[in-house]
Structure formats: structure tokens, C-alpha cells
């Protein structure tokens, strides 16, 4: 065999050689890429919100207020002296004809199993101001609790009406600031003639002598829950200091039938100052109070 024809068998080796190479690569790479899509795409997966989902109904207003506003919140209320935390929110605008249906987006990562979850919703009216509340605990997410089909019932807001010379302070002056919620409490067989309901607004900076920076008295509040708005002078707080709403009921002769059992905080901290909503327990026996 000449050796013209054993350099082309060579090269001809050499060029299938070089391709079979190249396919080779080109396949080791199309697998890397596979695999670096299948990566990602569970850590997406990893990533991604999860949703608590359901329906809010109350008693629609004959004449809705303009500028009505449902929120919906998931709050983490594990930690029974302290404001809950807030793990989602939903507002929803002019919510319209009940029953009305949300979604709530949270993150799976934030949710600690051995923590209890609430569905928490309220409609505020354009000002800020609470028109319904929920009144019972929509248990949620951990320890069974369901994420899908949650029907959350509102109650209006009572009709207990502040007395005339309240706020004690004499009104929200020019300037001046207010915190404002419901109370609830259990409510008597027997209305209370003579009944009150006090709320305050305390600096609990020194717990062995609290401030009382605002106070609103109620009498014979009615139905719970019950509106409230407390006027404060903004001048007054120091934004070091913790503060809190204090409520408790009084009967006519000043015995204390109801009363707040945990701290209820406000105003400072990153603490709310609108829809603060107070629980309050009804004593073993009547006391009066200190």
C-alpha cells in the first residue's frame, strides 16, 4: 500500500475521531444543563408562597360607607402576652355583597409547627374607623388545622356610645392623636344597669406605676364588641416607654366585673394605634379595684 493512501486512512481516523469528540461534548453539556434547570427549578419550588384561602361574611350596611375596606390577616398568636404576628395580609376595597372571598399568600419557611395560626379579619370604614370584627379564633395551618375553605364570620361592632364628656381628656384636640379598637367580653345574662366600660391608655415603662395618658368612658356599653377611641397627646409619649390599652368594667358601685388579663400594646415599637382589639375576662367575684 502506498504511502499516499495510509496518510488518508489517518486523516480520515482522525476527522471521525474528532467528530465522535465533539458529539461527546455537545452531550455532556446538554446533561449539565439538565441538571443545572432541574436545580433550579426546585429551588423555586422551595421558594414558592403557599396560601390560606376562604370566605368572609357580616351584615351588609343598607348604605355601605364609601371607602369601606376588608383586611384579612394570618397572625401567629403563639405568644399569649404580646401582639400577635402578622404572617400575610389581603385588603381588599369595597368588598362588596357578602359572603366575599380571599386569599391570603404567606411563607411555609416563617411557620413554626409547634406555633398556633389565626385567620383574623375586620372592615374598616375610609377613616379607619372598625365597623366588624371577628369575634372567635379561625384556627389555621399547624396542628391540623385546615388552609382551604375557612368561612369567617364578622359581627358588627356594638352599639355602645361613648358619653358626651368623653374622651376624659375632652375630645381629640388640633393636633392631637387617638388609638382606637373594640372590646369584647362575655356578655351578662342580665344587663348591668349602671355599668361601665373604661379603657386607657397607659405608660407601662414602670409597671409598679403606670401613666395613664387617655381614658374613655363608656356607660352601659351594650352588646359587645364595643367602639372605642382613645384621644392622647402625642407630646406626651416618649417613644422608649411601652404602652398599652387597659379596659375593664365596673358595675354602679364601682365593683370590677371585667377586666383586660394581658397586655395589649400600642402606639410605640412599630405597636398599632387602630384596631387594637381588646379581650376582657370576667372576675371569680366582684372586687374592687385598686
Excluded: K
Excluded at 170 to 195: F, H, I, K, N
Excluded at 245 to 260: M, P
Excluded at 270 to 278: A, K, L, M, S, Y
Amino acid at each position: 500500500m502506498s504511502s499516499r493512501m495510509l496518510r488518508a486512512r489517518s486523516q480520515a481516523r482522525g476527522g471521525s475521531d474528532g467528530l465522535g469528540q465533539t458529539i461527546a461534548h455537545l452531550l455532556l453539556a446538554v446533561v449539565a444543563l439538565a441538571g443545572l434547570a432541574w436545580a433550579l427549578a426546585g429551588c423555586g419550588s422551595s421558594a414558592e408562597e403557599a396560601s390560606v384561602t376562604g370566605t368572609v361574611a357580616y351584615p351588609q350596611p343598607a348604605e355601605p360607607p364609601a371607602g369601606m375596606v376588608l383586611i384579612v390577616q394570618i397572625q401567629d398568636i403563639f405568644v399569649a402576652n404580646a401582639p400577635p404576628t402578622v404572617l400575610g395580609e389581603q385588603r381588599i376595597h369595597d368588598p362588596g355583597t357578602p359572603p366575599v372571598d380571599f386569599e391570603i399568600a404567606y411563607d411555609p419557611a416563617a411557620v413554626d409547627q409547634a406555633h398556633s395560626y389565626i385567620v383574623h379579619a375586620r372592615i374598616e370604614d375610609g377613616s379607619g374607623s372598625l365597623l366588624y370584627t371577628t369575634m372567635q379564633n379561625y384556627a389555621v395551618i399547624t396542628q391540623g388545622h385546615p388552609t382551604q375553605g375557612i368561612n369567617v364570620v364578622l359581627e358588627m361592632v356594638g352599639s355602645g356610645a361613648p358619653d358626651a364628656e368623653t374622651p376624659s381628656s375632652g375630645g381629640l384636640a388640633p393636633g392631637g392623636a387617638s388609638v382606637s379598637g373594640t372590646v369584647a367580653y362575655p356578655l351578662p345574662a342580665e344587663a348591668l344597669p349602671g355599668a361601665v366600660l373604661i379603657v386607657e391608655i397607659q405608660d407601662v415603662s414602670d409597671p409598679s406605676a403606670p401613666v395613664i395618658l387617655g381614658e374613655q368612658r363608656i356607660s352601659d356599653p351594650g352588646t359587645p364588641p364595643v367602639a372605642f377611641e382613645v384621644a392622647y397627646d402625642p407630646a406626651a409619649i416618649d417613644e422608649a416607654h411601652a404602652h398599652i390599652v387597659q379596659a375593664r368594667i365596673e358595675d354602679s358601685s364601682g365593683n370590677l366585673l371585667y377586666t383586660t388579663m394581658q397586655y395589649y400594646a400600642v402606639i410605640t415599637q412599630g405597636h398599632p394605634t387602630r384596631g387594637v382589639n381588646v379581650l376582657l375576662e370576667m372576675l371569680g367575684g366582684n372586687t374592687t379595684p385598686t
